[in-house]
């Protein structure tokens, strides 16, 4: 369909449109307004990193193994959202504000757990808690005590994480303790020995850098041995999840790459160190004997002595978290009532609801356009008949339309009328509708009673006539005859006489005093076998005798689906012209009438579009007036 017959066909089904979009919107309406306001709360919380301030990860001194272990493992964020709807938590706030079902039982946290909905917020450690309750005060108030004791409960699990670095630390602090004063026996038992209580200044210059050298030595394997762990940890989440399984692949890798990096800085690290410690016990073992034991187990306590004192420092590190009790996670916006409810959305849905209506009307439009049998438009005629379109005449306005028959006769009431001129154009396109047979005998019906052939018949009489031929316009209808009616004439005499024999053509032809040339022969008393007398050898005698005496001779029949007697004429005749008012004709009624043409083997001459409707912006339909305008000739004065 083109997009101008959308147009007309929203203008044909704009009532059908309109109902089913009024009763959309109404609908929806009704339904917004009936249902319960649902509100939702939402609290947003912010995600630390978990390895900073950790008092284990500092002592073994493993923050980047911790970070990067996390990030090989598991995104952290998702993991404290998961931790967030945890059985524990849920019951917890069950607890808290005594929470109960629709039937007044206690809240299961498995129920509880389906109204919570917790997410993240993209490229930030962001969390956000959401909840939705009819009670706007309740859902703020169970979003807040959500990521209250959710917060609560990771203090408590950091609390516990740093208590377990006291002990483990007080636990290397009593080992240490114990290994420093055996080495600081062992110091001495050898000075009460030797009889050796100090070093000379050359021997304690060795033995700082020996203590310096086996301390960093000691640092960088520690740090060497977490790098290598840590490694292999990516390595394997790397392996297990493909390249694509996750979008933090590419940090981990990059991660990688930066660890693998230091790994080969700390061997080359330690290689350069065992060096160095190598070179320097050479040069120890150069001195007396007695200093070079001495030397060593020096070097021992002061080794010790680091580790000792690194110990305490980091214990003291430890109680101040412990006591701190600091969270991974915190509030940052803690949830308010909401104002407005999340549902139903009013606007949003009367918006679709709109969207709908208009959709559901136009589809039943399009639905009822499918399964209409009527005729739409001219189109429509052209594609069932392949007949030439000889004519469109427009409807009258109704205001202009008397009760008396002679208005119907257009040609004679408003001869300078847009419509008087289409009866012109019809008369023409008749002329020149078979050139090489003038047309003598037209015969003119319809497809069904009440399409206007009589008026039309009447109007080609007159429009014939102003031409100053001899025109005779015949009611051939025996069933339903109203030529008389429209020029005022009495039926008591007319064509069943002469066929029947009773009176001559001088007898029963009238000449037409409004108009010049014209003679009328009306049907006069109908006959009780209308078809046997119009297909008699009278009727051909006549039609034969009538064409001497007359230029122009126009039939009035019958319609072709109601009865025979237009089909029996129609070989008698010149030619014939099908009028048809979409206003009224059917597609099966069109169709029946294509087959009784065909039928008979006589095509018409075209047919005539009657009292097709002329819109107030100017249209035929979907025809515009003015590709069938009429342009209203002033024979003399200009009647406006």
């Known amino acids: 369909m083109e997009l101008m017959e959308y147009y007309y066909l929203v203008l044909k089904r704009k009532w059908e449109i309109g109902i089913s979009f009024f009763l959309v919107v109404i609908v929806s309406l009704v339904y917004v307004l009936l249902l319960t306001p649902i509100y939702q709360s939402d609290v947003k919380i912010l995600v630390s990193d978990a390895s900073k301030g950790s008092a284990l990860a500092s002592l073994l001194n493993v923050q980047d193994m911790m970070a990067a272990g996390t990030m090989g493992k598991s995104d952290p964020v998702v993991t404290q959202m998961e931790l967030i709807k945890t059985r524990p938590i849920l019951d917890r706030v069950i607890q808290l504000l005594k929470l109960k079902d629709s039937s007044e039982e206690a809240f299961l946290a498995d129920e509880f757990k389906k109204g919570v909905l917790v997410s993240s917020i993209r490229n930030t450690n962001i969390i956000k808690i959401s909840y939705k309750d009819k009670d706007k005060d309740l859902a703020r108030d169970i979003a807040n005590t959500i990521a209250t004791v959710f917060v609560a409960n990771n203090r408590e699990v950091n609390q516990e994480e740093s208590r377990r670095a006291r002990l483990f630390i007080e636990k290397q602090l009593s080992i240490r303790k114990a290994s420093l004063e055996g080495s600081q026996d062992l110091m001495l038992a050898y000075q009460k020995e030797a009889g050796t209580v100090s070093l000379g200044k050359e021997t304690e210059l060795y033995v700082m850098q020996l203590t310096s050298m086996r301390t960093e030595q000691i640092n960088k394997n520690a740090e060497y041995q977490a790098v290598k762990a840590n490694i292999l940890n990516l390595d394997k989440q790397l392996s297990q999840i493909g390249p694509g399984a996750s979008p933090f692949v590419p940090q981990w890798k990059q991660e990688l790459n930066s660890l693998n990096f230091k790994k080969d800085t700390l061997e080359a690290n330690l290689v350069s160190l065992k060096s160095e410690i190598k070179k320097l016990e050479i040069s120890i073992k150069k001195l007396p004997p007695k200093e070079v034991k001495l030397a060593r187990l020096m070097a021992a306590v002061e080794i010790e002595k680091e580790i000792y004192s690194g110990l305490l420092l980091q214990l003291e590190e430890t109680k101040i978290a ?55 438009n001219m189109d429509d005629i052209d594609s069932i008949t392949k007949w030439n379109r000889l004519g469109v005449i427009p409807m009258r306005d109704t205001k202009d339309v008397i009760n008396d028959p002679i208005e119907e006769l257009i040609m004679v009431s408003d001869p300078n009328s847009p419509l008087a001129e289409s009866y012109r154009s019809l008369r023409t396109n008749i002329h020149f509708a078979n050139v090489d047979k003038p047309i003598k005998t037209l015969l003119v019906t319809s497809s069904i009673p009440g399409e206007g052939k009589t008026t039309v ?80 050898n009278a009727m051909k005698t006549l039609l034969t005798k009538l064409s001497e005496k007359f230029d122009m001779i126009i039939l009035d029949t019958p319609p072709l689906i109601a009865v025979s007697d237009a089909t029996v004429l129609i070989p008698e005749v010149d030619g014939y012209i099908v009028v048809s008012d979409i206003n009224r004709i059917e597609r099966p009624m069109l169709e029946q009438s294509k087959t009784i043409a065909t039928r008979i083997k006589h095509e018409p001459l075209g047919y005539v579009v009657n009292k097709l409707a002329i819109s107030k912006n100017g249209y035929y339909g979907k025809y515009s007036y003015g590709q069938y305008r009429y342009y209203q000739y002033n024979y003399g004065e200009d009647k406006g």
Do not use: W
């Not at 940052?332 to 409810?341: F, L, S």
């Not at 136009?362 to 499918?370: P, S, V």
């Not at 109007?459 to 025109?471: D, E, T």
């Open 457 to 536: 018949s009447a109007n080609i009489a007159i429009s014939h006539a102003m031409l100053g031929k001899k025109v005779l316009l015949i009611d051939c209808d025996f069933r339903k005859p109203r030529i008389h009616k429209i020029f005022n004439l009495k039926n008591n005499r007319g064509l069943t006489n002469i066929l029947t024999g009773d009176m001559t053509m001088s007898q029963v032809i009238r000449t037409e005093k409004l108009v010049e040339n014209l003679h009328i022969l009306s049907c006069g008393p109908i006959p009780p076998n209308p078809s046997e007398l119009l297909a008699s």
């Open 322 to 376: 412990e006591a701190a009790q600091i969270a991974a996670v915190r509030v940052i916006e803690p949830a308010i009532a909401g104002n407005r409810p999340v549902f139903p959305q009013k606007r949003k849905t009367m918006m679709l609801a709109i969207i709908a209506g208009l959709a559901l009307g136009f589809g039943i439009a399009l639905l009822l356009e499918y399964f209409d049998q009527s005729i739409s």
